[in-house]
């Protein structure tokens, strides 16, 4: 089965500085879909980016990046120029690529703090 | 655009008690829908998945039930509510990339 890893339980950055969470996930399939969500206080989950595993290029929206390592299974998302509003739990998620997989798995999450 | 909802927001129910989760999306035809868990503190556990009317997938054993009577309506149930089942439940669609979008969640608390 796939795991999902958070090894940061818990972050904090200066407004506008940066800062990168860290992912990895355990996997024998080749094809695959990594996402990382936002989880504020009002506990909605917002996607925040994704990656299809077969792109070697890194996802990018706006102020978030990815860093995706296939052959070391690592998929960090770093935050340019964070804002306080960036301030929210952080889960990194797979979702296998085989027709019929349906379940994400989830990551235990990381919060992150902004300080002004 | 596509929207979904969620209702009730917020559910106080004693030890039990029925209880029934709505959740319905709106702007797509025949998404796949999903009910989530979020105990405190931790990520998100799938509950059940399902990819056309009538059709449910359960992937926990547990007390709890779904059904999907209309095309875009999600529902969870149980008929005898316990402590444990006490939680955040979120409700998400798939579109047709891949990509899962939640709704704004039910806070459950069982007393």
């Known amino acids: 089965a796939q795991t999902v890893t958070q090894s940061q339980p818990e972050m904090s950055v200066q407004e506008a500085e940066t800062v990168t969470l860290s992912c990895t996930y355990d996997?024998?399939?080749?094809?695959?879909?990594l996402f990382w969500y936002k989880q504020p206080p009002s506990r909605q989950m917002i996607l925040v980016i994704r990656?299809?595993?077969?792109?070697?290029q890194n996802a990018t929206e706006n102020r978030f990046s990815v860093n995706f390592q296939k052959a070391a299974k690592s998929f960090s998302l770093k935050i340019s120029d964070s804002q306080l509003g960036d301030a929210a739990m952080y889960f990194c998620?797979?979702?296998?690529?085989?027709?019929?997989?349906?379940?994400?798995?989830f990551g235990k999450g990381t919060k992150l703090t902004v300080n002004p | 655009s596509q929207t979904i909802h969620q209702w009730p927001a917020t559910l106080v129910q004693p030890v039990g008690s029925p209880l029934s989760l709505e959740c319905t999306v709106e702007?797509?035809?025949?998404?796949?829908l999903y009910w989530y868990r979020q105990a405190a503190g931790r990520g998100l556990q799938l509950l059940f998945y399902?990819?056309?009317?009538?059709?449910i997938s359960s992937e926990v054993p547990q007390n709890l039930s779904a059904s999907r009577p209309q095309d875009r309506q999600f529902i969870l149930s149980s008929k005898k509510l316990l402590l444990s089942d006490s939680g955040f439940y979120l409700c998400?669609?798939?579109?047709?990339?891949?990509?899962?979008?939640f709704g704004p969640g039910t806070r459950l608390l069982v007393l």
């Open positions: 998400a669609w798939r579109s047709g990339i891949g990509t899962q979008y």
């Open positions: 996997t024998s399939e080749s094809d695959y879909y």
């Open positions: 990656q299809e595993a077969y792109k070697q």
């Open positions: 998620a797979y979702r296998s690529a085989l027709a019929g997989s349906e379940k994400l798995v």
């Open positions: 702007g797509t035809s025949n998404p796949n």
């Open positions: 399902s990819v056309g009317i009538g059709q």
